[in-house]
């Protein structure tokens, strides 16, 4: 059995965003997100999840537990709402039997543009 | 060796609480606590995981962590005594030899009468 | 193969610190930071992750996830500043191989005098 812990996946943009290495390359937008709508930021999450399970040849169904991270309160029900959608279309286990999952709403976290983040742990029998 | 991730238990009423679709079904109140206390949100958190755990064939003694999350920072004395009275009560090695704790105050957490969130993990021997 | 959770490190004074039973207590100082500046609070949390990582038989190469919480955005920089230098100094293969992390920024730990928390997991190969 192995565990994979994935850490926080955030609405980076995969092509733009680069490391902030000072405040002034933060202020001056060097860090970047690849949309300001919170469901493009969520299904951006789900797909960087997704693939590092694949890459780690584990899957969306192996994950056992989630952790939400909302900097604004009210953003709760679209990336529910989108989180559905995509569990429907790469993954309806996760609908079907939902995960243990953590929320916390009103949080800050890495660049202000971001609207969301989210962890999750996997657990992947391991090949005999 | 099973290692179980307990999500954040709350003081959710086992009874009254409903899952918030909309920001108008929260609004209305649909999700609810079961008391504005945070001692007798502290003792609900520690009985759902209590049950959690037995109901899994495990038990308090097998927890190896927690993370606490308070939004209001005062409320941690409240949390903390209330926490020493329950494993007294029910294990009273989680008081003799306490278990490694994060501590979060002025965080947010899911429904704003919620006072308190606890999250443990458990690490259970396996069965022979 | 054992998974080491450990919880957040802070600044913590080793000698003057002492855990707050009442709010009284912690308005009066009871609770004690070895110092104001986030980077040496940050050296701190290293050097209570390394200590507790080898009394355990382990190492800091072991470690396989970080999650860090300040309290402030902007000591986001200082901090990574320290945490590479610590690893230049004491195990290199973390600054080679960043390790996965959660960055929150912006979130109440323990005492408002701490600026840094930081929690480490580690897996270490089980000893034959």
């Known amino acids: 059995m192995d565990i994979l812990f994935l850490s926080g996946q955030t ?3 995969p092509f733009e965003d680069a490391p902030c290495r000072t405040p002034e390359e933060e202020r001056a937008g ?3 997100v690849m949309s300001h709508d919170v469901k493009q930021q969520t299904r951006q999450c789900l797909e960087y999840i997704k693939n590092t399970l ?4 584990a899957s969306l169904k192996h994950i056992v537990m ?3 991270y909302l900097p604004r309160r009210e ?4 990336m529910r709402d989108e989180m ?4 429907e279309e790469f993954e309806p286990d996760l609908r079907k039997h939902p995960r243990n999952a953590t929320l916390l709403r009103g949080v800050g976290i890495d ?10 742990w996997a657990v992947v029998p ?3």
Not at 54 to 57: F, Q
């Open 66 to 68: 989630f952790r939400y």
């Open 30 to 32: 060097k860090g970047k």
């Open 54 to 57: 694949e890459m780690m040849g």
């Open 84 to 87: 559905y959608r995509f569990f």
């Open 11 to 13: 609405g980076r943009d």
């Open 111 to 120: 660049l202000k543009e971001m609207l969301v983040e989210i962890e999750a």
């Open 75 to 78: 953003d709760v029900f679209d």
């Open 126 to 128: 391991r090949k005999k």
